[in-house]
């Protein structure tokens, strides 16, 4: 695979993720005018299953395409997939910070 491809793909990973994360926060900010409130046991229940399908969807967008990649026998370009992943992952926190700082003043 070429380098600007794996760029690319990665790229497109990790701005699925910036999107779902938006996403996840956009309910856990507005959760309880979403869902009302949650009595009892449903309340931890449905927040725990619900972190525990963010992580999967969290881990397929960033280590499932380098995972198969690497079983596949593309073993360094799997590798490096993750790391620019993981690097746009970075700038995208960074941007956010960023932002935040800057709409707080």
């Not at 979403?34 to 960033?62: D, N, T």
């Not at 198969?68 to 026998?73: C, H, K, R």
């Amino acid at each position: 695979m070429q380098c600007n491809i794996i760029i690319r793909r990665a790229f497109l990973n990790a701005l699925g993720l910036l999107a779902y994360v938006f996403f996840v926060a956009t309910i856990m900010t507005n959760g309880e005018k979403i869902f009302g409130k949650m009595v009892g046991v449903l309340g931890p229940v449905f927040i725990l299953l619900f972190f525990v399908f963010s992580a999967s969807v969290s881990a397929s967008l960033v280590l499932g395409k380098p995972i198969l990649m690497y079983l596949e026998g593309q073993k360094k370009e799997g590798i490096k997939m993750f790391f620019v992943t993981a690097g746009w992952i970075f700038i995208f926190f960074v941007l956010v910070g960023v932002i935040a700082v800057l709409l707080k003043r």
